[in-house]
């Protein structure tokens, strides 16, 4: 216990900068997610070929090789906006194509009656879209994006393994430490990681509850 | 259900969409092509010596030569290796948890359910850190455990839902004819969770072939390892882009593979194939309905339906 009271500073610090990846990263794949799933769905056949091979690549490349690329093969080419920044673009890249296939799965979960309903009374596409569909579809959403973000919140680890200062750096430093107290300051680290991801996760059951009342 | 969403687009609206259509492959395929070029400039360092660009033959010609490719196959080998035996023991493991998270004694359930939501909300990394530090085991065994616990932890929260989806009428017929309890759990449920779930375990394989990269940081030699790190610190930091390219397309090929692979065998044995017969889905497996309501079923729709599944 001793181990983790007399280092607090750091276990904070390193809790720090979990979260500053946590939100950049996941407010930046928010974005980009919703922008894909829209081209995904969209009449536009180019877009859709380009949404679809986007989210079939980048699902399909380990986190580590995205962070490798933007911690060393970048800079290499000579972009250099620090580590903190390059880990962010790659979790940004990395998790937004599990938010775009989240925003797609719910809304082709709305009933098909919904759209047809909408439209035989005479809305046109984009009233369907903002005023039945997408009202529908985004409370379905929430559940499966709050997992995306409880799956970004353990994946902001990998960046301590390309020289960001997080918690999963400060484990490895303070271990380094004081190699006598290794479980008692990986616990605490795990603590850390629990403080962000149960509250979320207890969020999404209970608007999975509310959701699943309401249909 | 997109094309729920509009109708049937007439002569104006296909141009329109073809135009788009054209300009936007003309914007991505112009944005790749400024990528590749910039990737082939020649850079000028702070010093003032010029450097060959990325495509520079001088950054690809070590691919000539057999011991490196052995090597890049020694690495692919690794994690591979990595792969199946942490899948092997993540199924037992699921199992394992699946039985304890479905027991009747809650002396045995609430304390199973807390460990698995631990495992569950841990990154795998800091599992990895905690197995090789703790136990000393080495960055493979460390490796194996973590992905293991954490896969399994995930499999057996989906052979739970798939035990608890199947009708009551099955685990009631088991012990009616006087199997036990754990006969009923085994020969009469079990295979049917197990049936019902092969996508989500299969779609969890990929996850774990993914994540044996996360091996690279607690120091086992894998194929970003091996590929890249040590062959550029043995032929040069000037093959870095290439060696890394060639990894990449490896892991992207091994990873796709194994993702059809998983959706071809969801496609096949699905849930819908666990039923004697699927009611009210057709035999493509739609719901009728929703690709557009048809007033007119059309004669010879419910023939040859493994055709029709291969679309």
Partial sequence: ?215 | MTMVLYDAPGPKARRRSLLISIVGAIAIAGGLAALIWALGAERVSANGAVQPGMWDGSRWDIFNDLAVWRSIGEGAAATLRMAAVAAVFALIIGVLFSFGRAARSRWVRIPVTIVLEFFRGMPVLLMMLFILLVFATGSYWAGVAALAVYNGAIIGEALRAGIQSLPKGQREAGLSIGLTVLQTRFMIEFPQAFRQMLPIILAQMVVLLKDTSLAYIVGYPELLRVGVNYLSNFFGNRYFFSLFFVVLVIYLAMNLLLSWVARFVARKTGPKAGKLIAAGVDDAGRIPGASGTRAITLPGAHGGTIDRRER
């Fill in chain 1, 1 to 215: 216990m001793d181990a983790i009271i007399e280092n607090l500073p750091l276990f904070l610090r390193g809790f720090w900068g979990t979260l500053q990846l946590l939100i950049v990263s996941g407010i930046g794949a928010f974005i980009i997610g919703v922008i894909i799933a829209a081209m995904r769905i969209s009449p536009v056949a180019s877009l859709r070929a380009f949404a679809t091979v986007y989210t079939e690549l980048l699902r399909n490349i380990p986190l580590t090789l995205v962070l490798f690329f933007t911690a060393n093969v970048l800079p290499y080419l000579d972009f250099k906006p620090g580590y903190m920044t390059l880990a962010m673009i790659g979790l940004t890249a990395y998790t937004s194509p599990f938010v775009a296939e989240a925003v797609r799965s719910g809304v082709n979960g709305v009933p098909v009656g919904q759209a047809e309903a909408a439209r035989s009374i005479g809305l046109t596409f984009g009233q369907v879209l903002t005023l039945v569909v997408m009202p529908q579809a985004l409370r379905m959403v929430v559940p499966p994006l709050i997992n995306v973000f409880i799956a970004l919140t353990k994946n902001t680890s990998v960046a301590g393994g390309f020289f960001v200062f997080e918690l999963f750096q400060t484990a490895q430093q303070l271990t380094n430490l004081r190699g006598d107290r290794v479980v008692a300051i990986l616990l605490g680290v795990a603590f850390f990681y629990l403080i962000i991801t149960v509250p979320l996760g207890l969020i999404a059951g209970q608007v999975e509850k509310r959701v699943a009342v309401l249909r």
